[in-house]
């Protein structure tokens, strides 16, 4: 079982940036595979970044390539992601996902255990 706590969220202005932090329970934190994904008003959860067990990998998709960055601190059992450049359109709950081993990482159902979520909003 993992228990995991998103923090980090707010309101900020177009352009600027946010730092969402996901603190997880349990000893096996680094046996785990750690993603965001978003849901906005109205649309599915949307995958946003992923990271494997190490920090080695992670993955993205083109919509944040380049403005968000995810990172992860195993002794703290702790995952990051760091946003910037910041558009209204990234307005969405954040929810933190993990998984020993996901299939696709891009894809919700593969994560057995989630946050709570933690709210973005960007005003224009």
């Known amino acids: 079982q993992v228990q995991l706590v998103e923090s980090g969220g707010g309101l900020v202005q177009a352009g600027g940036s946010l730092r969402l932090s996901c603190a997880a329970s349990?000893?096996?934190?680094?046996?785990?595979?750690m993603a965001w994904f978003r849901q906005a008003p109205g649309k599915d959860r949307e995958f946003t970044a992923a990271i494997g067990w190490t920090g080695g990998i992670t993955n993205y998709p083109d919509f944040v390539k380049g403005r968000f960055t995810i990172s992860r601190d195993n002794a703290k059992n702790t995952v990051y992601l760091q946003m910037n450049s910041l558009k209204p359109e990234d307005t969405a709950v954040y929810y933190c996902?993990?998984?020993?081993?996901?299939?696709?990482?891009?894809?919700?159902?593969?994560?057995?255990?989630w946050g709570q979520g933690t709210q973005v909003t960007v005003s224009s």
């Open positions: 996902a993990a998984d020993p081993t996901p299939s696709r990482w891009s894809v919700p159902n593969e994560y057995d255990y």
């Open positions: 349990g000893r096996t934190f680094s046996k785990y595979v």
